[in-house]
């Protein structure tokens, strides 16, 4: 039987992959800097939206950047950075960044 649920590590449940929104994410912040959500979204509209889109189609991507970089802090993939401190992902209001976790932190 080549099943996939029968290939994974988590008992019979299958892998899931991450959201393309996650990609985009842990790619912006892979260089080390912090990065706004904005400029994922701005990405992210750029690569996927038609040319006859309009300039802030970036904003329909603003709230999936928002939820994937709460779901990547809370399993420790991802650092929210408020007001120049780590921010609780259970607690985010308000402007934020997003920074790659770093080991000697």
Do not use: C, F
């Not at 290939?7 to 929104?21: C, F, L, R, T, V």
């Not at 080390?32 to 990405?43: L, N, R």
């Amino acid at each position: 039987m080549t099943d996939e649920t029968n290939n994974s590590d988590n008992a019979g449940k299958p892998i899931a992959e991450d959201d393309p929104i996650v990609d985009y994410i842990l790619r912006a912040v892979d260089a080390g800097t912090e990065v706004s959500p904005q400029e994922i979204a701005q990405t992210i509209a750029n690569d996927r939206a038609k040319p006859s889109a309009p300039k802030d189609v970036w904003r329909k991507y603003m709230t999936a950047v928002r939820q994937q970089a709460i779901h990547l802090a809370r399993d420790g993939r991802l650092h929210i950075i408020r007001k120049g401190e780590i921010a609780d992902p259970n607690k985010l209001k308000g402007l934020y960044k997003l920074r790659k976790v770093t080991t000697d932190q």
